[in-house]
Nanobody
Framework: QVQLVESGGGLVQAGGSVRLSCAASGTIFSINDMGWYRQAAGKQREFVAGITSDGITNYADSVKGRFTISRDNARNTVFLQGNSLKPEDTAVYYC???????????????WGQGTPVTVST
């Protein structure tokens, strides 16, 4: 079974930075798109950033200029660097991967368990 495992979340002061990582476990031949979503308390899950297998990126307007998504295809890992954090960035951040191909199966979509980020005032 392939799993996405996030790490790097925690408590950060406003104006600070955070670096989230998400690694896909298991033997994997390829992954298409990867991305990050977040869900704040009492709100819907929302898109944060995405990156294609060729490195094309896309960001939500709320994080443009502050967040950067990147990936290491050799390690099947995606990163999210967040700078100039605001209290409204507080949420559980979830990793997402599409079209994950292993020797025996093609996963259309996978989600991580989530890593919480809290930005203090």
């Amino acid at each position: 079974q392939v799993q996405l495992v996030e790490s790097g979340g925690g408590l950060v002061q406003a104006g600070g930075s955070v670096r989230l990582s998400c690694a896909a476990s298991g033997t994997i031949f390829s992954i298409n798109d990867m991305g990050w979503y977040r869900q704040a308390a009492g709100k819907q899950r929302e898109f944060v950033a995405g990156i294609t297998s060729d490195g094309i990126t896309n960001y939500a307007d709320s994080v443009k200029g502050r967040f950067t998504i990147s990936r290491d295809n050799a390690r099947n890992t995606v990163f999210l660097q967040g700078n100039s954090l605001k209290p409204e960035d507080t949420a559980v951040y979830y990793c997402n991967a599409n079209s994950v191909v292993t020797k025996t199966y093609r996963y259309l979509e996978l989600w991580g368990q989530g890593t919480p980020v809290t930005v203090s005032t």
